[in-house]
């Protein structure tokens, strides 16, 4: 594993090494002054966005196939078969944007300009091939339009990396990264999206400005995350900041319960 990071600690880093003795963690710590990092960050995403787009001149070159996973996520299953994905050629594969209508898909392409049939990606969980990202170039592509005009990328280096990889990506199914907005059955997806409403998740990305980590989350798979909590050595910090406490373990175990029956209960229907 790599974790690209800004600022923490040793002593943060060596408890996590601990806590997971099996897995061999690579640490690799970016200069804050950066000048990726110095970027305007966005209003509920840290300047920390903009790590990804340095995987490819950061990590170790001997990296040719990354599968990059924003922070906010939980792994409900097994990521192998993602991982042994065929690129078909491209350098990045990624599900849609299940927060972008087909109107704002055309905004999108009105105001960069670009032509023909595509969609739009959800920059959160990327499948790399990143021999072929070093040799294209196009993360440094990405990074240049947004230290031209930061400002003209409202979602900024997802916008970017959709600029520069547009018509040039491989879509995966959108249980690889499961966003907020499929859970509001009012949404309007870009593409068909009721092929993607009935999703039941393998990598929860919890989208939004709510998380799993403050008592006011809602999502039904929090529970993945609460789960996991208990087990942390970050437990009783993370409960702390968070206002989680006893209740809040159970109530996002029923709304859990209840959305994985709901689920079975549709995918029965179906088939
Ligand atoms: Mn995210």
């Given at each position: 594993m790599h974790a690209l990071h800004t600022a923490i600690p040793a002593s943060r880093r060596n408890a996590v090494d601990r806590h997971?003795?099996?897995?061999?963690?690579?640490?690799?710590?970016?200069?804050?002054?950066?000048?990726?990092?110095?970027?305007?960050?966005?209003?509920?995403?840290?300047?920390?966005?903009?790590?990804?787009?340095?995987?490819?001149?950061?990590?170790?070159?001997?990296?040719?196939?990354l599968l990059y996973l924003d922070v906010d996520m939980s792994i409900a299953q097994d990521v192998l078969p993602l991982w042994q994905i065929d690129l078909d050629g491209y350098s990045l594969a990624a599900t849609l944007d299940q927060g972008i209508s087909n109107e704002d898909l055309a905004t999108f392409k009105r105001m960069y300009n670009l032509s023909g049939d595509a969609l739009y990606f959800n920059a959160g969980v990327l499948l790399l091939d990143l021999g072929r990202i070093r040799e294209?170039?196009?993360?440094?592509?990405?990074?240049?339009?947004?230290?031209?005009?930061?400002?003209?990328?409202?979602?900024?280096?997802?916008?970017?990396?959709?600029?520069?990889?547009?018509?040039?990506?491989?879509?995966?199914?959108?249980?690889?990264?499961?966003?907020?907005?499929?859970?509001?059955?009012?949404?309007?997806?870009?593409?068909?999206?009721?092929?993607?409403?009935?999703?039941?998740?393998?990598?929860?990305?919890?989208?939004?400005?709510?998380?799993?980590?403050?008592?006011?989350?809602?999502?039904?798979?929090?529970?993945?995350?609460?789960k996991q909590l208990r087990k942390s050595v970050f437990r009783a910090e993370i409960e702390a900041k968070g206002g989680i406490g006893p209740r809040t373990y159970v109530k996002a175990l029923l709304r859990y319960l209840l959305r994985v029956k709901l689920m079975r209960g549709t995918l029965r229907r179906r088939a």
């Amino acid at each position: 594993m790599h974790a690209l990071h800004t600022a923490i600690p040793a002593s943060r880093r060596n408890a996590v090494d601990r806590h997971f003795p099996d897995i061999e963690i690579n640490w690799y710590s970016v200069d804050r002054d950066h000048p990726a990092l110095r970027l305007a960050p966005l209003i509920h995403i840290s300047s920390a966005t903009y790590l990804r787009l340095l995987t490819d001149v950061i990590v170790d070159v001997s990296v040719d196939r990354l599968l990059y996973l924003d922070v906010d996520m939980s792994i409900a299953q097994d990521v192998l078969p993602l991982w042994q994905i065929d690129l078909d050629g491209y350098s990045l594969a990624a599900t849609l944007d299940q927060g972008i209508s087909n109107e704002d898909l055309a905004t999108f392409k009105r105001m960069y300009n670009l032509s023909g049939d595509a969609l739009y990606f959800n920059a959160g969980v990327l499948l790399l091939d990143l021999g072929r990202i070093r040799e294209v170039g196009e993360f440094k592509q990405a990074l240049d339009l947004l230290t031209a005009d930061r400002d003209r990328y409202a979602l900024a280096d997802q916008d970017a990396l959709n600029v520069v990889f547009w018509q040039r990506w491989k879509t995966l199914p959108a249980k690889w990264n499961f966003q907020r907005s499929l859970l509001y059955a009012d949404t309007d997806i870009q593409g068909d999206a009721r092929l993607r409403r009935d999703v039941v998740p393998a990598i929860v990305h919890f989208t939004g400005s709510q998380k799993p980590w403050t008592r006011d989350e809602w999502h039904p798979y929090a529970w993945l995350y609460l789960k996991q909590l208990r087990k942390s050595v970050f437990r009783a910090e993370i409960e702390a900041k968070g206002g989680i406490g006893p209740r809040t373990y159970v109530k996002a175990l029923l709304r859990y319960l209840l959305r994985v029956k709901l689920m079975r209960g549709t995918l029965r229907r179906r088939a």
